[in-house]
């Protein structure tokens, strides 16, 4: 099975928010804006975009969970919106991998409706202007 990738969400963080409990374990709640790159799709994160992260006690164990709405222009240069929710856990890795997630992709694009059924996995990879979130479909 290959992966062909779908776009990549260039992110910059913005705000912070925090929370610790006794026991150890913490929220963190991060807002964010950015643009997104690829063949298929081309566009801007509109406000609103948060990523929650849940840190175990130990800080072993993080779920992530984003969503946030990007708006732009599909591959046939039709004006559009995607909806991404992106939830999966935090992994170390030799190649600077932050993360790996399995998006849901919503989108009121004709031409990329055939993103509501793909297969999708994430990357998050550390950037020195923030994130970049590169989203692939298995094909």
Known sequence: MNMEEVLTVHVQLNKTMELENKIGDSVVMITFSGAATGKYFEGKVLEGGVDTQIIGR????????????????????????????????????????????????????????????????????????GIDIIIYRLV
């Open 58 to 129: 130990h800080g072993d164990h993080h779920t992530l969970s984003a969503r946030y709405m990007i708006e732009g222009t599909d591959f046939t240069g039709t004006p559009c919106k995607i909806f991404i929710e992106n939830n999966g856990s935090a992994t170390s890795s030799k190649e600077g991998i932050l993360f790996r997630t399995y998006p849901k992709i919503l989108t009121n694009s004709e031409a990329l409706a055939f993103l509501h059924n793909d297969i999708l996995v994430a990357e998050g990879i550390h950037k020195e202007t």
